[in-house]
C-alpha cells in the first residue's frame, strides 16, 4: 500500500469539524441567453466558514463584508435557512448542529449571484461536513430554494454555474435540467461593478411580459450561435452571437454610462459586452487576458470621470465551483 | 502521372453542356428551432435538368410532377427567375442561354422545402454549368430570392439546409449567417406528409405577432439543449429539448391527427414529433432507421383509417445537399 493513500484512509478515519468553503461569483444570462446561461468567475466570491458543534441546530455567528444588511436569523438568512432546509430534508436537524461564519467578498445587490454565491458555498460546506451524501445535481433544489429566499424567485441561472462551476445552460429549472458547456481556453472577462443600487426585483419588473416573436427569433438565432460557438471555440461566432435585443435596452437604462461603457469595451477589442445577471454590473468578454484587463481599466476610468465608484474583476471562467479552502479534523 | 489526373484534366478541358442535379427536401424548425434551424433529408428532392443553348436566354421546356400547379414564366417560376437573377447579377445573360426541365419530385405546399429543393438544384445546376465561379454561401443570397418568389417572404431555414446539407442554424437570415451544425450518426427521420392542404402563407399569419417571454425563454432553452445535444450526440438531451411550446400549438390545429400522430410516434420510441416547416407534414426523429420505419408505417397506418392518404419517407440526415447525378460534356 503507498504511503499517501494510506494518509488518505487516515483522513477518512477521522470526523471533519470545520470546513472553509470558497463559492464564486457569477455572470448570469452571458448577455444573449436570459434565465438559461450563466457562468462562475474566479473572483469574487463568497466564503461560508462553518463549524460542527454538540448543540443541536443552526446557528450563524458572524456575518462579515455586508455592511450590515444581512439577518442573523437562522430562518431569514439565506444561507442558514437552506443549511436547516437539508439538514430537515436528510432528518438530522434534531441532533446535528453547526455554527457559521460568512465573510462576504463581494457587493451585494450587484448583479454578480451574491447570494447565489453565499447559499452554495454553505451547501457545499454543510454537504462536505456531513461527507458528501448529496451529488451537486441534488444539492441544486436546495441552492435554488435560498436563491427564493434572497430575491423572491429562484434563479437557477446563478446557482447552476456557482454550484457546478463553468458555463452551464439551464435548459429547464422546473426540472433542475442543467449542462455544463464547454469553455473555449482564452475566454476572459472584465467585469465592472458600478456602486449605484439596482434591486433585482426592480430590473426584473421593467421587463415586459410580452415580446415580439421577431425578437425572439432573433434573440434565440443568437443562443444558439452562443452554444455553438462555445463547442467551435468560435470567437467570431461568439462575438456576432452575443447580442441581447430583448431585456439589454429596458435594463441598460438603470445603469449610468452604459452605452459609454460598451462602445468603450467594443473599441478596445471586447467579443461582446452586456448587463451582468439584472446589473448594474456589466461585463467585456474578450479572448485575451490582457484585453480584459485594459477594459476593466479603462470603464473604471470612465467611470471615475462620472464620479461613480467602482470595483473591477478580471478573471477566466471558473470551471470549478465551490471549493474547500481549510478543513479540520478530530482524530477518533 | 496517374491516369484518373489525367482523366480529371481532361474532362476539365472539355465544356459542360448538360448537368441533371438533386436537391434535397428540407424539414425546416427541427420541432422547436422556429426560422432558425433545419435539416436536409435523402429523400424526396427534387431534380433539375439544364441544358446549355446557343439562344442566350432561360426557358423553361418542361415540368413533370407539379400537376399543372407550375409557371412555364420564365420570371414566375421560381427556378428560372433565380437562375435569370444569377445570370445578370454576373452580367451574361444576354449571351448565355439555357433551357430548363424540372422534375418536381415531391408534393408542393407540404412544409418540406419543396421551392427551395428546386430552387436550389437550379441554381447548383447553373452554377456547374459555369464551372462554379460562386461559392455556397455566395449561392444562398439567390436561393432565398427565390424562396420570397415562391412564398413572399424568404425562408432561409429551408434553403440554407438544402444548400448546404446536414442540420443548418441561421443565427442572422439578415447576414445569411449560417453554421452547419454535427450530425449524431445515429439520427434518422420518419417523415409523414398527409395529403391535405395548409398553404404556407396561412399557416403563418395563423401564429401571433407577440408571445410571453416566460414561453420564448422555455423555448430557447429548449433551442440550447437542442445545439449541445447535437454537439454531444446526447440523444436523452435531444429528446427533453425537441419541445415546440410557441409554434405547434397554433399550427397543429390545421393538421388533421396532429396530437393522435405525435402520441402514436412517441408510444413507438420516437426522440420527438412535431411539424415540418408549416406543415401538413410532420416528423419523427429517432436514434434508430428501423424505428423510424415502424413509426412511418404506424402513422401511414392511422392516417389510412381516418381516410387521409399519405406520402412516408425514412431518411437519415442528408449531409450533402444538393448533388450533380449526371453530367454530359462537348470535347472542344
Known amino acids: ?9 487516515l483522513e477518512e478515519s477521522r470526523i471533519l469539524t470545520e470546513v472553509r468553503v470558497f463559492a464564486p461569483a457569477t455572470v448570469a444570462n452571458m448577455i444573449c441567453g436570459y434565465d438559461i446561461l450563466g457562468f462562475a468567475v ?28 444581512l439577518s442573523y ?22 441532533e446535528f448542529g453547526v455554527e457559521i461564519t460568512l465573510h462576504k467578498q463581494m457587493p451585494i445587490g450587484s448583479g454578480l449571484g451574491s447570494s447565489a454565491a453565499s447559499t452554495v458555498a454553505g451547501l457545499f460546506a454543510i454537504n462536505t461536513l ?12 436546495f441552492c435554488v430554494e435560498g436563491e427564493r429566499l434572497a430575491c423572491g424567485t429562484g434563479h437557477v441561472d446563478n446557482v447552476a454555474p456557482a454550484l457546478f462551476g463553468g458555463i452551464t445552460l439551464i435548459r429547464s429549472a422546473d426540472t433542475f435540467d442543467v449542462i455544463k458547456l464547454p469553455v473555449p481556453k482564452d475566454l476572459h472577462v472584465a467585469v465592472v461593478f458600478p456602486k449605484v443600487d439596482v434591486p433585482t426585483r426592480d430590473a426584473r419588473q421593467l421587463i415586459k411580459e410580452k415580446v415580439y416573436l421577431k425578437d425572439a427569433v432573433t434573440q434565440w438565432g443568437n443562443i444558439a450561435g452562443l452554444i455553438a460557438g462555445l463547442y467551435e471555440s468560435d470567437y467570431s461566432l461568439l462575438a456576432r452571437s452575443m447580442n441581447d435585443v430583448l431585456i439589454e435596452p429596458t435594463r441598460a437604462i438603470l445603469i449610468p454610462e452604459f452605452y459609454e461603457m460598451k462602445e468603450l469595451a467594443l473599441s478596445l477589442g471586447a467579443l461582446s459586452f452586456g448587463i451582468s445577471g439584472s446589473g448594474p454590473a456589466v461585463v467585456a468578454v474578450t479572448n485575451d487576458a490582457a484585453i480584459a484587463k485594459v477594459i476593466a481599466a479603462a470603464i473604471a476610468a470612465h467611470l471615475a470621470a462620472a464620479e461613480i465608484e467602482s470595483f473591477q474583476y478580471v478573471s477566466a471562467v471558473n470551471n470549478e465551483g465551490p471549493k474547500v479552502i481549510h478543513a479540520s479534523y478530530e482524530t477518533i
Chains 1, 2 share one sequence.
Not at 500500500?1 to 484512509?9: D, H, I, P, T
Request: proline share 6%; net charge negative; hydrophobic share 30%.
Open 1 to 9: 500500500m503507498e504511503a499517501s493513500n494510506l494518509k488518505e484512509r
Open 42 to 69: 474566479n473572483e469574487p466570491g463568497d466564503e461560508v466558514f462553518m463549524k460542527r458543534v454538540a448543540t443541536p441546530g443552526v446557528r450563524i455567528t458572524e456575518i462579515t463584508g455586508d455592511e450590515g444588511r
Open 73 to 94: 436569523d437562522t430562518d431569514k438568512n439565506t444561507v442558514s435557512a437552506c443549511v436547516l432546509s437539508l439538514l430537515e430534508k436528510l432528518g438530522i436537524d434534531k
Open 130 to 141: 456531513l461527507g458528501n451524501p448529496l451529488t451537486k445535481q441534488e444539492l441544486l433544489p
